[in-house]
């Protein structure tokens, strides 16, 4: 059956990476598409971007984490499909040196911020749009070193399924990145970023790391697929698997 839900879509994190790959593929789709983040000078780079290619995006400058987020989704609102792309580089180590205030930190810079927008949004959710977590391969791969990354996004997962079931009509889904050439590896030095792309990509049969197009390609899939939900996506080059 056809999907006939209006293409609005509200993309939460979109400055860079995946947001940003995945604002730029639906709204050159034609959809309306608003795109929310942090950084105000990468949103009007995404915004002068799109439209030099043709296409038009709302932008606006929030942080998911504060109440400005619900304000931001109402003026937007009605909002067929709600993708939350938000990630934070904290709460990765060995368990017996990792610091509990770093792995507080990430819960606090995704899983809470995910849960807090989905919240602030469900009032101006069209009835039989979708919901799309992106969470990460880290919350089944067995990585070691990666505990608290898969406490984080093993969370989000672990809601996928109850939430298809309390939002239905509403499409609740998540997609699972594996390591992914984003903006999330800037904070480590160049030399141990390239080690680990080529660890990462010998070790997934794919034999090769993903690029953050790959990933929006799915998101598309996830939100556009009417008879989807409660599932999570992986897209990680079978990483999971090694």
């Known amino acids: 059956m056809e999907n006939t839900i209006a293409k609005r879509a509200a993309v939460i994190g979109a400055s860079s990476g995946i947001g940003r ?21 990468k949103l009007r780079d995404l915004s002068e971007s799109l439209a ?32 939350l792309t938000l990630s934070s580089s904290h709460g990765g180590g060995p ?17 809470w911020p995910h849960v807090a927008t989905l919240r602030a ?17 880290s919350a089944g791969a067995s990585l070691p070193g990666t505990a608290g990354l898969a406490a984080i996004n093993g969370a989000l997962e672990a809601m996928v399924p109850v939430l298809a079931v309390e939002l239905a009509p509403t499409r609740v889904n998540a997609v699972s990145p594996g390591v992914i050439d984003t903006a999330w590896w800037a904070t480590f030095p160049e ?31 996830v ?11 992986s897209i990680d080059g079978g990483l999971r698997l090694a």
């Open 52 to 83: 030099a290619g043709g296409s038009e995006v709302t932008v606006r400058q929030a942080d998911a984490a504060s109440s400005a987020i619900a304000r931001v989704l109402e003026e937007f609102a009605p909002i067929s499909h709600l993708v």
């Open 191 to 221: 030399d141990v970023r390239a080690q680990a792309f080529r660890d990462y990509a010998q070790a997934a049969p794919a034999g090769r790391i993903g690029q953050a197009a790959e990933v929006a390609e799915a998101i598309r899939f």
């Open 121 to 137: 949004a469900l009032p101006f959710l069209s009835r039989g749009g979708s919901v799309t977590f992106v969470t990460a391969c």
């Open 95 to 111: 368990l017996a040196t990792l610091d509990l205030a770093e792995l507080r930190a990430g819960f606090d810079g995704k899983f």
């Open 21 to 41: 790959a995945t604002t730029e593929l639906l709204a050159g789709q034609g959809y309306s598409v608003l795109a929310v983040g942090r950084d105000a000078a």
């Open 223 to 233: 939100l556009e697929s009417a008879f989807v939900t409660g599932s999570v996506l």
